[in-house]
Nanobody, 128 residues
Framework: QARLVESGGGSVQAGGSLTLSCRAG???????MGWFRQAPGKERERVAS???????????DSVKGRFTISRDTQEWADNTVVLQMSSLRPEDTAMYYC???????????????????WGRGTQITVSS
């Protein structure tokens, strides 16, 4: 059973930057990890994801060019994926959830099914 621990998030003014991190425990071998978000009254949206097997990434059109997802390569940060968010907009305001899968499913262009592992979520608020 993988465990996901999120960190980062908070509040920022439009145009600002924030970084989210997600560390996966009890996970071995290649896996995909991604960030999803859900704003009140809206459907959940897959924002960005990363596959550790070959570095493949996925970005939603709404965040391309503004968000960057990568694996933290620092020796102590095993199985940690980082989402760097810049040029934030009020419409980026949402609860952000980290999710993981023991496959490359989360980086496929069409996501089928639900990721089996989820973090507890962290709030991002962007004020205008």
């Amino acid at each position: 059973q993988a465990r996901l621990v999120e960190s980062g998030g908070g509040s920022v003014q439009a145009g600002g930057s924030l970084t989210l991190s997600c560390r996966a425990g009890n996970i071995y071998g290649p896996f995909s990890m991604g960030w999803f978000r859900q704003a009140p009254g809206k459907e959940r949206e897959r924002v960005a994801s990363f596959y550790t097997g070959d570095g493949t990434t996925y970005y939603a059109d709404s965040v391309k060019g503004r968000f960057t997802i990568s694996r933290d390569t620092q020796e102590w940060a095993d199985n940690t994926v980082v989402l760097q968010m810049s040029s934030l907009r009020p419409e980026d305001t949402a609860m952000y959830y980290c999710a993981a899968d023991f496959s490359r499913r989360l980086v496929e262009s069409t996501l089928q099914g639900e990721p089996p592992y989820w973090g507890r979520g962290t709030q991002i608020t962007v004020s205008s």
